[in-house]
């Protein structure tokens, strides 16, 4: 049994993906702008060093894993919060962990989506992954919310697979999952949002198993990527979509 540490634990996929390890018997410490054991703003840096300090503090026992889940949906106008809570909030809080990441040979879990490899501007992506978050949302501001959004979690995940292979020369498991659509509070204001409502319903209703995932859905996929029976799955990204990425791109994997 271990101590896990989850952004956005206070909510959606972040409370399933805690309450089940919770269950499983570890410790999970909730870092999120509400409710949380640790309270900090992952849209600021000041917030996102506050965050860092808070868990070196309180995991000197050791960290079994990290899961990045906070993040914002593309119903949210500012195209900049999209991009410093879904891209930096998570890509820094695992850099500044590394080496506490490592000390226990730990595994991160990355919320990304299965929105990721949808069409977006590669100006945006490529800020992100220089790590230019002035230039990124500056280009941001200049995009639809649902680019901005699907580009905040396709540089995620490009970052993840970038990675892979340095964090886990010091041990650490770094891989990736892609909700399709999943009912939250998050997901509830995109299907409410006037623009794009309609349009979400039918993609709803063209999931290929017939139904939206729920929190635990993602929870269930979470628990075994994080855990010693998936200690060989290193770099992936796990579409948990019920078949919508293979539905939309048939030809791509
Ligand atoms: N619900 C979906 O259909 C869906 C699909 C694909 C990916 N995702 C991703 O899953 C993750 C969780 O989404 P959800 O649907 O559970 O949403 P949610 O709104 O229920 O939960 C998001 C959590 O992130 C926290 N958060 C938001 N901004 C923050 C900030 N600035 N600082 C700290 N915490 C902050 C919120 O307080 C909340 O607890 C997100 O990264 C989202 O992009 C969701």
């Known amino acids: 049994m271990g101590t896990y540490v989850i952004t956005g634990g206070a909510s959606g996929i972040g409370a399933a993906i805690r309450q089940q390890l919770q269950t499983e018997g570890h410790s999970v410490l909730v870092v999120d702008i509400q409710e949380a054991d640790i309270v900090a703003n992952l849209a600021t840096d000041q917030g996102r060093r506050g965050a860092i ?13 990290f899961i990045a889940c906070a993040g914002v949906g593309s119903h949210v106008p500012d195209r900049a919060l999209i991009t410093a809570v879904n891209y930096f909030g998570a890509v820094e809080l695992v850099v500044g962990l590394r080496e506490r990441l490592a000390q226990n040979r730990a595994a991160v879990l990355l919320v990304s989506s299965n929105s990721a490899p949808m069409p977006t501007n590669p100006d945006y992506v490529q800020a992100l992954l220089a790590g230019d978050e002035q230039t990124a949302c500056a280009v941001a501001g200049q995009m639809e919310s649902q680019p901005a959004y699907s580009g905040s979690k396709q540089a995620l995940t490009r970052w993840m697979r970038r990675n892979t292979r340095d964090y886990a020369a010091q041990g650490i498991r770094m891989n990736a999952i892609g909700p399709g659509y999943t009912r939250t509070p998050l997901s509830a ?19 290929p198993m017939g139904r939206p995932g729920l929190p635990q859905d993602m929870a269930d996929v979470a628990s075994f990527l994080l855990g010693d029976k998936a200690t060989f799955i290193c770099g992936a990204m796990l579409f948990v979509d019920g078949g919508h990425d293979a539905m939309l791109r048939p030809e791509a994997f």
């Open 53 to 65: 300090a808070a868990i070196l503090d309180a995991t000197t026992d050791g960290l079994a894993g």
């Open 189 to 207: 204001a995109v299907e409410d949002d006037p623009t794009y409502g309609d349009a979400i319903k039918q993609f709803i209703d063209s999931i």
